[in-house]
């Protein structure tokens, strides 16, 4: 499988605040990306998918402004929590798309992000 | 809107007792279903994949079925063991989508 890395694994920042997450595929080029969040105790729910040379497309709920997406290559795309709340608190979660047939995603070991 | 639901959300059992997870989903019309491991504050580690046309796969102790009509799939862990504990989601994807639709999870505790 896919081998997948996330940074920084977690954060504090301030309310107002912007924070940049970074995922990596780290041994094939990844033209999906997805990002998920997870508030405690309960499940991941998709935000965006991310595209490599294309704009995200977010789910329905997701503010686009707030949550900005970057794949500029297909090794990286990065999330930017802009003007980050103490409800924005969550543990995020990226996934590549496998190649393949069965398109298993594999996922990233998540950034804990904190706002204080 | 697909739905995806685990129960029990909680399983406590002592160490080799045979575990059996529960995940059932509202549309049957699937892509594929995975299961996944997740120990706390931790990403998500894939355990198997079904594709909609298998009704089931098998990797080492981990056994996992798959009834796409009745929208149900059961994940059979056998001989559990302390290093079992952890959080196990099943997650759905739809055709032509690679969107996953996750469950809430059931948290095991193997208890040694």
């Known amino acids: 499988g896919a081998v997948v890395s996330q940074h920084p694994s977690w954060v504090i920042c301030k309310s107002g605040t912007s924070v940049k997450i970074e995922c990596r595929s780290l041994?094939?080029?990844?033209?999906?990306m997805f990002w998920y969040r997870q508030f405690p105790k309960q499940s991941l729910m998709l935000m965006a998918t991310?595209?490599?040379?294309?704009?995200?497309?977010?789910e329905q709920g997701v503010e686009k402004d707030k949550f900005l997406i970057n794949h500029a290559s297909l090794t990286l795309s990065t999330l930017t929590v802009t003007s980050a709340h103490p409800e924005d608190s969550s543990f995020y979660i990226c996934?590549?798309?496998?190649?393949?047939?069965?398109?298993?995603?594999?996922f990233g070991p998540g950034t804990r992000l904190t706002v204080t | 809107k697909q739905e995806v639901t685990q129960i029990p959300a909680a399983l406590s059992v002592p160490e080799g007792e045979n575990l059996v997870l529960n995940c059932s989903f509202t549309?049957?019309?699937?892509?594929?279903l995975q299961w996944f491991r997740q120990d706390p504050g931790k990403g998500l580690t894939s355990l198997l994949l079904?594709?909609?046309?298998?009704r089931e796969q098998t990797s080492g102790r981990l056994n996992a079925s798959l009834d796409k009509s009745s929208g149900r799939s059961t994940l059979y862990i056998a001989a559990s063991q302390p290093g079992d504990s952890a959080t196990y989601l099943c997650?759905?994807?739809?055709?032509?989508?690679?969107?996953?639709?996750f469950g809430a999870g059931t948290t095991v505790t193997v208890r040694a």
């Open positions: 041994d094939f080029q990844a033209t999906t």
């Open positions: 079904i594709q909609s046309s298998q």
């Open positions: 549309d049957s019309a699937i892509y594929n």
């Open positions: 991310s595209n490599e040379g294309s704009k995200a497309t977010y």
């Open positions: 996934s590549v798309l496998g190649i393949g047939g069965a398109d298993e995603q594999y």
């Open positions: 997650a759905v994807s739809p055709p032509n989508d690679y969107k996953l639709s």
